[in-house]
């Protein structure tokens, strides 16, 4: 089926110009892959409208694609009519969310990132055995308030390690840190540094909350952002992995670094003096906008291409089981 995010056609080239140096991976993870099909999927199943709660992910131009498709985004639930289809958003909602669905008679399909569900297991796991979760995450962030939800009297939310010292917990040998899955790794591990020196008991989760895709976007940033004079992040600006990207880049040596929703937002002065440039994307961005920098930068004289890449991700994920269930029964795909 068609998608918001047709896969750009991106070949190395060699010209004779300055350079780009283009990351892999980059854009859509599996989650959000997921995420947008889902809401695809549902306008073709039940015809518009389609809410959604919130932003189904964290880009401008998906959602504006999907509204001119018929999806109708929401903040709340009680904008929702009752008896209707809603979608709740990659970022995953609270237990109460899904109460106040069930009140208004509502249809839901949860398109959840399975990962960020991961957190929400092991949040309630740890305060069903009653342990004080530390959650590293941004306040405000919907995934942030999804997981504080699933056990809000356990729940210690730490905004990074200037954080830490304000944090106080009933044992400090019953302790345990969760992690939002869209951080700087850097900046995680130093939070949980600093939290491992006030609480040397504190266990880990059983294997790292922060996403495989966040990781592998951060690490190719990391291997050539100091051969960068400039590295332009496409992404949003309520996009938390999209907004990491550009301080991993500054971090870690990039002459300058910004983020773009679309290839006119670029600023040719930036350009200026420029002979590398740097181009990688947030894990919510459709490819295309991708292939649209690319051509800017090449009428601009950057017209050699090179890849970088840190790993190949070959990871996906089953749609919502309520969705695939409606397709099985009108025999769609």
């Known amino acids: 089926m068609e998608s918001t995010s047709p896969k750009a056609q991106i070949h190395e080239t060699q010209g004779t110009g300055k350079k780009v140096l283009l990351a892999n991976p980059r854009g859509y993870c599996a989650g959000v892959d997921r995420a947008v099909i889902t809401v695809e999927k549902a306008l073709e199943l039940y015809g518009a409208p ?59 399909i949860d398109a959840t990132c399975p990962l960020v569900t991961k957190v929400h297991m092991e949040a309630r796991r ?64 130093r939070t949980v540094d600093a939290l491992r020196e006030r609480f040397p008991g ?20 990391k291997r050539f952002a100091a051969d960068c004079d400039l590295v332009l992040v496409v992404g949003s600006r309520n996009s938390s992995n999209s907004v990491r990207l550009v301080e991993v880049a500054l971090e870690s040596g990039a002459g300058a670094s910004y983020l773009i929703d679309y290839p006119e937002d670029i600023d040719l002065a930036w350009l200026e003096g420029a002979e590398t440039v740097g181009v990688t994307s947030g894990a919510s961005v459709p490819d295309d906008l991708v292939r649209g920098v690319l051509d800017l930068l090449a009428v601009n004289g950057f017209d050699t291409v090179e890849f970088v890449t840190e790993a190949e991700e070959r990871l996906t994920f089953s749609l919502p089981q309520e969705l695939r269930r409606d397709l099985r029964a009108a025999g769609a795909s």
């Not at 008896?83 to 109460?99: K, L, Q, R, T």
């Not at 059983?206 to 940033?221: E, F, K, M």
């Open 50 to 108: 389609v809410y959604v709660r919130k932003q189904i992910v964290h880009n401008v131009h998906v959602v504006r694609t999907l509204e001119q498709r018929g999806a109708i985004f929401v903040e709340e639930t009680e904008e929702v009519p009752e008896g209707a289809i809603v979608v709740f958003s990659a970022h995953g909602v609270a237990p109460v969310v899904h109460e106040e669905a069930k009140t208004r008679n509502l249809k839901t």
């Open 126 to 189: 740890f305060a069903k055995d009653d342990y004080d979760i530390l959650l590293i995450g941004h306040e405000g962030h919907e995934e942030v308030i999804g997981t504080s939800g699933e056990a809000p009297e356990h729940i210690h939310l730490i905004d990074g390690p200037d954080d830490v010292a304000n944090v106080q917990v009933r044992d400090p040998e019953k302790v345990v840190w969760l992690s939002q899955t869209t951080l700087s790794v850097d900046e995680t591990m």
């Open 202 to 221: 504190m266990i880990a989760p059983p294997s790292d909350d922060i996403c495989y895709a966040t990781q592998n976007r951060q690490l190719a940033v």
